[in-house]
């Protein structure tokens, strides 16, 4: 039996809505039109755009508070802003904190409901949509600091959950049985395990070079590979990068 899959990835949602919608819903016109189906969706991260989720936020700081941040410098580069958050003390940290966390549900609202509409139109089951978290998803707060995952490599996936609210809320619009923990999902015989990619480096802040959960990943795909009639041929990695 042939199974028909499509992948996409890095939609960066949120930059131009009306040019996305038209793009997104073409898309989907023109698999409407093809002989095979589509049975199951793999999204490998970055819905929405972080860069214009910043700068969105800052934008508002700036003009709701502009005492406090008068001095910060509206660009899309997240460490530099972080930064300039940091050094102007609590009381800023927490009104930046508050407001990009707004700042990315509602541009998940936004991107996720566009996208489920695109999945209704090409006909996917929604128990046959598999995400996974891209940086551009997680919520990018000040003072977060960085994870120790120790010497068995763990992260606590459910302690630090705060960044990924916001992609959490995406798998509830799409398929409640997807979060940002590592997990192993199958449908028709098809395993797919999902890794979220985005624990923060202890090293290297927000870049692209962040972390998988080894620990917990190693621990999954051990307990996958004694499942009765496990078959690597059937099994699929997802991971953002």
């Known amino acids: 039996m042939v199974s028909w899959i499509l ?12 040019l996305e919608r038209e793009r997104l819903l073409g898309l989907a016109k023109w698999l409407e039109g093809q ?7 793999v999204f ?9 989720v910043l700068l969105s936020c800052v934008r508002k700081l700036k003009r709701e508070y502009p005492d406090r941040f008068s001095k910060l410098r509206p660009v899309a580069d997240t460490d530099a802003v972080l930064a300039q958050v940091e050094a102007a003390g609590p009381e800023c940290i927490s009104l ?3 407001q990009i966390r707004e700042a990315t549900l509602h541009s998940m609202e936004q991107g996720g409901s566009l996208f489920c509409e695109f999945i209704d ?5 929604r128990s046959h949509v ?6 551009h998803d997680r919520i990018r707060f000040a003072g977060e600091g960085s994870f120790d995952c120790g010497t068995d490599h763990r992260v606590d996936e459910e302690g630090a959950a705060a960044p990924f609210e916001a992609y959490d809320r995406l798998c509830r619009m799409v398929n409640s049985e997807l979060s940002h923990f590592t997990q192993v999902y199958t449908r028709d015989g098809v395993s797919f395990v999902i890794t979220n990619s985005n624990w923060r480096s202890p090293t290297r802040g927000e870049s692209n070079c962040m ?6 990943l190693a621990q999954k795909l051990d307990e996958l590979q004694k ?6 041929t059937g099994s699929l990695l997802v991971a953002h990068k």
């Open 7 to 18: 992948h996409m990835s890095d939609l960066h949602l949120g930059k131009n809505p009306a």
């Open 35 to 41: 002989e095979f189906g589509v049975d199951h969706l």
């Open 44 to 52: 490998t991260g970055d819905l929405i755009d972080a860069p214009t």
């Open 96 to 98: 930046y904190n508050a």
């Open 121 to 125: 139109r090409i006909g996917v089951e």
């Open 130 to 135: 598999i995400l996974c978290c891209g940086n």
């Open 211 to 216: 972390c998988v959960n080894c620990g917990v």
């Open 227 to 232: 499942t009765a009639g496990f078959q690597r």
